[in-house]
């Protein structure tokens, strides 16, 4: 919003602000914040920073954990949740030294270090990507993890479930499960909700493509934004989950973007259409290509599709990820690229002609990932595989331009798959990570510390008594 701290001080004299929130970003992708009352806020802090606790973060060891935060005046915008008049703004975390310099682990700085390796690399100045947001919105959820029980609920009125509830406000208009894209109104209760939603992404300059009900019958919805920069994208997607989980909120509602949170319905992911530009220009389209791609797009394909295992770790972070990567929902499972085919982890989407337009999409990622890492990541697999030439054509990786879901499963094992589970994700990304650390774009301590956590994660959420498992094995 900012360009100058004069023009910032001057808003918030102009809007009566009186506080000033800071929001950072953690290891796992969750925002945190600081903050200070207006008075505080002076030029010195966009200098010398405000201090913090690393360690708290998930980034540095308790010994060497105090850093500090400098706001990014750009980002600043009202926060229309908070009570008290709120500017708030993302920053980039540093490390106190004579001269102090960006952490390295820090997410927003890791993508800031990706694009300028892109830079470097001379193939492209600009890595242009449009996330789409599938999420659900429910009237009520509740969890239980003890040891006597083990259990969650979610509900929403509009779920077929719920046909039959004898109650004074049941007024019979549902939404079937796997019948609810483009769902209209009565049935699209949540319609005015993302409305709402939208407008408040618009005013602060995220552009929206479209809002709509998604496929899931029992509250599954969808907000597509406008293709832009990369970190400024990042930026974007932590805004756009915290608007949304804060506006349900506001109306009685809870919001969640977790890939699978409703056994046998669609899952929620998180696709994410690229495409490169070099001085202005786009990189990718090419006329006389294969669906209108250059070689470059190509080789970049081939890149995502020889690390597509290893990037799950970033992409698809959580066990739930795993619930949602099965045949039979609209999701991918296999390795490969094609036109028009939701079924390969790479598609193509036909209705993108112009040249400046001409891109795909990464399906596989959710939005349970760290934005900054996933993209980044996506980015350095794409590179590495414009500069090795990895062709995904002679790789074996397509183009499919059939429905692989429906192949046999001696065609089934011809054709290689995703992780299908979280542990299969960090093995891969163990033995496969070299394209991260080009350029020190991901340190290799951070892949360190994200393949301890994340394990830690995965052997703790194995351990935990299922509720399938008591309907399978509790009478044997």
Known sequence: MFKTFEEAKQFCTEHQVKMLDFKMVDLDGRWRHIAIPESRFVPE??????????????????????????????????????????LSMIGDVYVIADENY?????????SKHAVEYLKSTGIADEMIIGPEFEFHIFDDVTYSVKPE???????????????????????GYITPGHRGYHADLPNDITYDLRSRICLMLEERGIDVKYHHHEVGGSGQ?????????????????????????????????????MPKPIYSEAGNGMHVHMLLFKDGKPVFHDPNGYSELSETALYFIGGLLKHARSLCGF??????????????????????????????????????????KRRFELRSPDAT????????????????????????????WGPFDFNLYTLSDEEKAKIQSLPTTLDEALDALEADHEYLTA????????????LKKKRAEAAAINKIPHPAEFANYYDL
Request: hydrophobic share 35%.
């Open 45 to 86: 802090l966009m200098k010398s920073g405000i201090g913090f606790d690393g360690s708290n973060y998930g980034f540095a060891p308790v010994e060497k954990s105090d850093m500090i935060f400098i706001p990014d005046l750009s980002s600043a915008s009202l926060d229309p949740f908070a009570e008290v008049t709120t």
């Open 102 to 110: 960006r952490f390295d682990q820090d997410p927003r700085n890791v």
């Open 149 to 171: 029980e083990m259990s969650f609920a979610v509900d929403t009125r509009q779920a077929s479930w719920n046909s039959g509830y004898a109650d004074c406000n049941n007024k």
């Open 221 to 257: 919805v969808e907000i597509e934004v406008e293709l832009g920069e990369m970190t400024r994208m990042a930026d974007n997607t932590m805004t756009i989950k915290y608007m949304v989980k804060n506006a349900a909120l506001q109306e009685g509602r809870t919001a969640t973007f």
């Open 315 to 356: 992409t698809n972070p959580s066990t739930n990820s795993y619930k949602r990567l099965v045949p039979g929902f609209e999701a991918p499972v296999t390795i490969g690229y094609a036109t028009s085919n939701r079924s390969a982890v790479i598609r193509i989407p036909a209705y993108a002609k112009s040249p400046d």
């Open 369 to 396: 990932c760290n934005p900054y890492y996933a993209y980044s990541a996506i980015l350095m697999a794409g590179l590495d595989g414009v500069k090795n030439k990895i062709d995904p054509s002679k790789c074996g």
């Open 439 to 450: 350029g020190g774009v991901f340190p290799e301590r951070l892949i360190e510390i994200w």
